[in-house]
Each structure stands twice: as C-alpha cells, then as structure tokens.
Nanobody, 113 residues
C-alpha cells in the first residue's frame, strides 16, 4: 500500500513563497512519475506540475516561471516550490502518484491580497 503525505501549506501574503512537500511510502516512488494538483472552492481539480522518474518536468501555464517541482528519490519526497504567489493560487494542493493513481490528503494554501 502506498501512502502520500503532504505538508507545508499555510497562509501567505501575495508575492510570498511556500514550499510543499509530499512524502511517499513504498518502493514505487523512485521509478514513477509524480504530480501536484490543486482544487479551489467551486472549481475542478487541475494539474499544476509533473515530474518523471528521470526528472523531466511540466507545468501548467498559470504557474510557469513561479513554481518549481523537484524530487529527492533517496527521501521518497517530491516538492513544490511556489514563489510570487497570487490570490488565485489559493486552493487545496494534492500530490499524486501516477502509477496506481494514489492521492495524498491535501494541504491548504491560502494567499491573501
């Protein structure tokens, strides 16, 4: 059984930064792609960023140049560095393991104007 546990969310002013972490259990982590998604109130869950096992990354247009996804396979952890945050980035952020379709419990990010 794979478990994903996110941390690092919180309240920040516009223009600020946060770093989200997602710690994964199990041996599947290092050989699989991971992603970060977010869901704002009243909206559908949307893809924010992905990273392959080899470190290739992809970003939603809305976060390009501001967010950076990275991973540490030795620690079974994926990160999302979020800079220049905007009020529209407010959402619950979830990490996702593509193989098997596992989700974390989510962490709230709130950006005040």
């Amino acid at each position: 059984q794979v478990q994903l546990v996110e941390s690092g969310g919180g309240l920040v002013q516009a223009g600020g930064s946060l770093r989200l972490s997602c710690a994964a259990s199990g041996r599947v982590f290092s050989i699989n792609a991971m992603g970060w998604y977010r869901q704002a109130p009243g909206k559908q869950r949307e893809l924010v960023a992905t990273i392959t096992s080899g470190g290739d990354t992809n970003y939603a247009d809305s976060v390009k140049g501001r967010f950076t996804i990275s991973r540490d396979n030795a620690k079974n952890t994926v990160y999302l560095q979020m800079n220049s945050l905007k009020p529209e980035d407010t959402a619950v952020y979830y990490c996702y393991l593509f193989r098997g379709g596992y989700w974390g419990q989510g962490t709230q990010v709130t950006v005040s104007s």
